[in-house]
């Protein structure tokens, strides 16, 4: 049971973290809008991990997961622009 107990405590959390950035996207967004923008969380929290870890193997799998154009400005035009 206690497997139970952590595996939906583990969903709830989330879904709170889902809504939390659900909240940080504009209202107008696309559905292409939408999916980039949480792309992009993914690979920023992932790059942020890999500074943050101090074993030296992990550090390096985290940073064989983030692209090279995370250290400087997102490769991808705005896609508001071509409106």
């Known amino acids: ?3 139970k107990h952590w595996l939906a405590e583990v969903r709830y959390i989330e879904a709170q973290q889902q809504k939390a950035v659900n909240w940080l996207l504009p209202g107008l967004a696309s ?9 992009q969380v993914a690979v ?7 500074r943050m870890e101090p074993d030296p193997y992990l550090k390096q799998a985290y940073h064989f997961g ?4 995370t250290e400087g400005p997102h490769p991808l035009p705005s896609l508001r622009a071509h409106r």
């Open 1 to 3: 049971m206690e497997v």
């Open 31 to 39: 559905v292409l809008e939408t999916t980039i923008a949480y792309e």
């Open 44 to 50: 920023d929290l992932t790059a942020w991990v890999a």
């Open 66 to 69: 983030v692209p090279l154009e």
